[in-house]
């Protein structure tokens, strides 16, 4: 199990590896580009000349990239060009309100997605499973941001509710942070919970037909005893593998919500950088999010060999 872990983190480096040379490269692809950016039109020579030398673009590409690496592996990930402060300590209280968003919204898809594939599963071609599956197609093909865009609208036509300005940590304010979280979090679950339904229903469906399921069933063991001791372990199995993958894609699909709902994580954090063409807070935002999913898959494949012991092999 050990030897599994120690490999399956060492194949992670060379992932790592490549993404962050991409992300390095994207910066430095086109250093006028960045000029540009900085300065707009009509600059001199010397005032592009100044800010190649500020962003290290008049150095070496190799030299810039191995001593860029050895700064993130200490923590320097570099200062915003508007702020003057660490990316990094900038960085760290967003990543907290990015991170709880999509775990709540995890825990929306599990809690939504698992019971209603079992139970479709289990009423499978009856009026139920109609209704469900077409539930989850509707799910997966409106864009979250077109129904929080709506639910935004509808509270602030009809109820006069619009977003806190002002965020509050569950440390500060619990009951005034889950106010502001539960809905940007349901809402992005959606997508999400259709998924995890309909991948649910296919493995319900498929451990339903098992010899082993036969024979409870003939048994005469209620229909609860089935389901709960004997079908449903064997098919979440498959399903875990799923809602760990789709863990990364909502770490980083909360840059669209966090702007609607005025929530201060690293997705507001991106467009602002965006924005004023802080290039080294959108260089550190995007390799956290692309060191997130190479971590977050490492710890799918590690858990998935604790729940199923013939994965070790």
């Keep these: ?103 709540v919204a995890v825990v929306f898809a599990v809690v939504i997605g698992i019971p209603i594939g079992v139970f479709s599963a289990m009423r499978q071609d009856r009026w139920p499973d109609y209704v469900l599956r077409s539930g989850a197609i509707f799910g997966l093909s409106v864009p979250g941001f077109y129904v929080a865009t709506i639910a935004l609208a509808v509270l602030a036509n009809q109820f006069q509710w619009v977003p806190a300005v002002e965020y509050k940590t569950p440390l500060e304010a619990p009951l005034t942070n889950i106010s502001q979280i539960w809905l940007p979090a349901f809402i992005l679950s959606l997508g999400t919970s259709a998924s995890v339904m309909r991948f649910s229903r296919t493995m319900m469906l498929e451990v339903l037909r098992q010899d082993y399921i036969r024979t409870a069933w003939s048994k005469g063991l209620p229909e609860r005893s089935v389901i709960a001791r004997h079908a449903l372990k064997n098919a979440m199995l498959p399903v875990i593998t799923i809602v760990g993958l789709t863990v990364a894609a909502l770490v980083g699909g909360t840059v669209i919500f966090e702007t609607l709902f005025t929530l201060p994580g690293l997705g507001t954090y991106m467009v602002g950088a965006v924005q004023r063409k802080d290039f080294a807070v959108v260089q550190g935002v995007t390799l956290f999010f692309s060191a997130s999913v190479v971590f977050i898959n490492m710890v799918v494949d590690v858990s998935y060999t604790l729940l199923d012991p013939r994965a070790r092999r």
Excluded: C
């Design 1 to 103: 199990m050990y030897r599994y872990v120690t490999r399956r983190m060492l194949l992670s480096v060379p992932t790592l590896v490549v993404v962050s040379f991409i992300i390095f490269a994207m910066i430095r692809i086109n250093p006028d580009s960045i000029v540009a950016a900085r300065l707009g039109e009509g600059y001199t020579e010397e005032q592009a000349a100044l800010i190649k030398h500020e962003y290290r673009l008049d150095r070496p590409f190799a030299t810039e990239y191995v001593r860029w690496v050895g700064r993130v592996l200490t923590g320097d990930w570099g200062k915003s060009a508007y702020t003057f402060k660490p990316v990094l300590s900038e960085m760290a209280p967003k990543i907290a309100v990015t991170l709880e968003l999509a775990a």
